[in-house]
C-alpha cells in the first residue's frame, strides 16, 4: 500500500459535494466528466445530511456545492442550513441559471457564506455562445442581488483562446460588479475542455498580454477587488501541487455518491471509487484503495521519487499523467524532468501556431446530455 | 501602516473565526480559502471585534496572559493582519 496512513494521511479538510450534473449551460470546458450521462442517480437529500455530518466530523471546514447547476437541486436550502448548523463555511458554486433574489436570501437566512458566480465572457454575445443560453443578463442582475443581501463575492472566468484576449472589459465588468475576488482561471484540459483542447488552448503570445494586463489590475485594485490569474499548466516547467498532493485534503462526492481524490478522479481507468453509500467516509478516506493509491511519495517513479522538489508539488496531476502517457503514476508531463515533457511542448507549440482563423473554425463540442451519450457510445465501442 | 491605539480592529465581513476541535487551534475561514492560526494569533483575533481599541486588546490580553511583554507583538500581528487583508481598521 502506498504511503504510510500514519504520517502521511491529512484530515479531508476541504469537502466538494457535486449535488448533481445537470446543469442548464453547456460549457465547452466543463471540468465534469465527459460521461455524466451515466450519472443519473443522485444522492437524497439525506444521504447529502449524513456525507456533510461525516465529513465534518473528519475534520472538513471547507464545503464547496457544486455541481453541474447547484440550484437544480431544490433542497439546496436546507443543505446550507445544516451545513451552517454544523461550522463548514460554505460556498456555492454556480452559473447563476435558476437563483433568483428570493433564493439569494434564502441563502442568506440560511447561513451560505460565500457565493461564486461564473461569467463565460464580458459581452452578452460570446458569454451566451460558450454557455449555450441566454444567461448573460441574469447573471449581471444576480450578481447584484448577490452584493446586495452582503455577501462576499467571486466572480470567476474561465480562459481560453476565445476570450483570452477581452481580459480587461473582464476585469472591469467584475469591478462594475462589485466583486470582491475575480478568479481568472485558465481551461485546464481535462474532461470536456481536453476534447475542445484545439480550440481553447491560447497562445503564448495571448498569455504574455493578458498576463500584463492582469499584473496591472492585480496593482491598480490591490485594496478593492482581488485579481488571481492562474496560467494553463500547459505552458509551465513545473507541475501544479494538485490537490495539495492525493488523499490530502481534498474529498470530492460525486452526485452519485461516488468519493473521489478530486473532481476529476473518475477518468482514471482501472480504479474503482468507493461509494458513500456503502462505506463511511472515514473507511473511505482512511483505508479505501482509491484513497491511498498515490498518497505521499512511496508510489512515486523516477523522476519524482529523488526529486527535491516532490514536497512541493506532489508530482504534480495523476489525471493528466494518465491523459498524456497512459500511466497514471507517471511524472505529470508539464514537469520538465519528464521524460514526456518535450512532446506537450511540441503540441502546444503546434497549436501556438494556428491562425486564429484556424482556431475558431474548430467545432466545439459542447457539454450536454446529448453530446455526452454520444462519446459514451463511441468509447463503448 | 501603523496600528494607533485608539484604532477598533474589525474581522472583515467574508472571514470567520472558528475555534476547531479538530485541529485544536483556531482558524479564519474565508470564500475557497482558510489560515491555521497559531495560538497567540488565536487569541488575538478572538477578541478583535469592532468595539475593542488596540490598547484595550493590549491590556485585555496582559491580564489573560500575565507575565508576558505582549504590546509589540500585538502590533505587529495586527499589522500583517491588515496586510493579509482580514481586518479593517
Not at chain 1, 442568506?108 to 451566451?128: K, T, W, Y
Not at chain 2, 480592529?9 to 485541529?23: F, G, I, T, V
Not at chain 2, 470564500?31 to 494569533?41: D, N
Request: net charge negative; proline share 5%; glycine share 6%.
Amino acid at each position: 500500500m502506498a504511503g504510510s496512513i500514519s504520517d502521511l494521511t491529512g484530515q479531508p479538510l476541504w469537502l466538494l459535494a457535486e449535488l448533481t450534473y445537470r446543469c442548464p449551460l453547456q460549457c465547452p470546458y466543463c471540468s465534469n466528466p465527459v460521461d455524466i450521462s451515466r450519472y443519473n442517480n443522485e444522492l437524497s437529500t439525506d444521504e447529502w445530511l449524513k456525507v456533510l455530518r461525516d465529513a465534518r466530523s473528519m475534520g472538513a471546514m471547507q464545503l464547496g456545492f457544486s455541481g453541474g447547476e447547484p440550484l437544480v437541486r431544490r433542497d439546496l436550502e436546507e443543505l446550507v442550513t445544516e451545513a451552517r448548523r454544523l461550522g463548514y463555511y460554505s460556498n456555492l458554486i454556480t452559473s447563476g441559471v435558476g437563483m433568483d433574489a428570493d433564493r439569494v436570501a434564502a441563502f442568506r437566512e440560511a447561513g451560505l457564506d460565500h457565493i461564486q458566480i461564473s461569467f463565460q465572457a464580458s459581452s452578452q454575445d460570446l458569454n451566451d455562445f460558450l454557455g449555450g443560453t441566454s444567461s448573460f443578463e441574469h447573471k449581471r442582475a444576480m450578481a447584484r442581488a448577490v452584493k446586495a443581501q452582503g455577501y462576499p463575492m467571486v466572480l470567476n472566468v474561465v480562459l481560453h483562446r476565445r476570450n483570452i484576449d477581452a481580459i480587461e472589459d473582464i476585469i472591469l465588468m467584475c469591478r462594475e460588479l462589485q466583486a470582491d475576488f475575480v478568479e481568472l482561471a485558465s481551461t485546464q484540459y481535462y474532461g470536456w475542455s481536453r476534447i475542445n483542447l484545439d480550440a481553447l488552448l491560447p497562445t503564448r503570445e495571448q498569455l504574455t498580454r493578458a498576463e500584463a494586463v492582469a499584473r496591472k489590475y492585480q496593482a491598480q485594485f490591490k485594496d478593492e477587488m482581488k485579481v488571481i490569474y492562474v496560467v494553463p499548466d500547459y505552458f509551465e516547467e513545473r507541475p501544479k501541487a494538485c490537490m495539495n498532493g492525493w488523499g490530502s485534503i481534498f474529498l470530492t462526492i460525486a452526485p452519485d455518491g461516488s468519493a473521489l481524490p478530486c473532481h476529476a478522479a473518475a477518468s482514471l481507468p482501472g480504479m474503482s471509487f468507493p461509494n458513500v453509500k456503502d462505506l463511511s467516509i472515514k473507511e473511505i478516506w482512511e483505508h479505501s484503495d482509491a484513497f491511498n493509491r498515490y498518497r505521499g511519495f512511496d508510489w512515486m517513479p523516477e523522476p519524482c521519487r529523488s526529486c527535491p522538489e516532490k514536497q512541493k508539488d506532489f508530482g504534480g496531476c495523476r489525471c493528466q499523467a494518465y491523459m498524456l502517457t497512459g500511466d497514471a503514476a507517471a511524472t505529470d508531463p508539464v514537469c520538465s524532468k519528464s521524460p514526456d515533457h518535450q512532446q506537450l511542448v511540441r503540441q502546444v507549440e503546434a497549436l501556438g501556431k494556428l491562425s486564429d482563423e484556424a482556431a475558431a473554425s474548430r467545432p466545439l463540442v459542447f457539454r450536454n446530455m446529448k453530446n455526452s451519450r454520444q462519446l459514451a457510445a463511441q468509447s463503448d465501442h | 501602516m501603523s496600528t494607533a491605539d485608539q484604532q477598533t480592529p474589525a474581522l472583515r465581513p467574508m472571514y470567520r473565526l472558528q475555534w476547531e476541535e479538530a485541529q485544536g487551534c483556531y482558524v479564519l475561514l474565508y470564500p475557497e480559502g482558510m489560515v491555521k492560526l497559531s495560538q497567540s494569533a488565536g487569541e488575538i483575533l478572538n477578541r478583535v471585534d469592532g468595539r475593542r481599541t488596540v490598547s484595550e486588546l493590549v491590556t485585555d490580553l496582559q491580564i489573560a496572559f500575565p507575565g508576558a511583554d505582549l504590546e509589540q507583538d500585538v502590533r505587529n500581528f495586527l499589522t500583517q493582519a491588515q496586510n493579509h487583508g482580514w481586518l479593517d481598521l
